[in-house]
């Protein structure tokens, strides 16, 4: 076992603010709202389709962690305040948002339509031949 960093420090550093302070001499600080609505536990993402289930707009900007405990050498446990206590963060998963590697999806992520795909209009030589179109 090397090489994985883990916390030495989790505390509140400001009202919204978790401090985590690393055995590699990393300190990241988490809003501990956007951590809530990072959460990947079975009730906020689908297990199967990875696709988000819980809305941010279903977490509010009052929620905050009530306790939160080590599970293991691998993650943390966190008991929120609006009752939500099945969410676990890993530490590889804690160091992925602290390098925002992950940036949770806003709304309906994935159901953006073939990016880069600008259809076939303009593409054939001027337009579709149709003048009422607009595409020429
Ligand atoms: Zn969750």
Not at 90 to 106: K, S
Not at 115 to 135: A, M, R, Y
């Amino acid at each position: 076992m090397s090489g994985n960093p883990v916390p030495v420090e989790i505390k509140q550093s400001g009202v919204r603010e978790l401090r985590i302070s690393w055995n590699d001499g990393q300190v990241n600080d988490f809003d501990v709202v956007e951590l809530r609505r990072s959460c990947r536990c079975a009730a906020c993402v689908d297990e199967i389709t990875g696709s988000q289930i819980l809305q941010p707009s279903q977490v509010g900007e009052e929620v905050r962690p009530q306790t939160i405990r080590q599970v293991g050498n691998y993650a943390i446990q966190v008991n929120w305040s609006d009752g939500h206590t099945s969410g676990i963060f890993t530490f590889d998963y804690l160091r992925q948002i602290a390098q925002g590697q992950v940036v949770p999806p806003p709304n309906g992520a994935g159901a953006e339509p073939g990016i880069g795909s600008e259809g076939t209009h303009g593409k054939q030589g001027g337009g579709c031949g149709d003048s009422s179109c607009g595409c020429g």
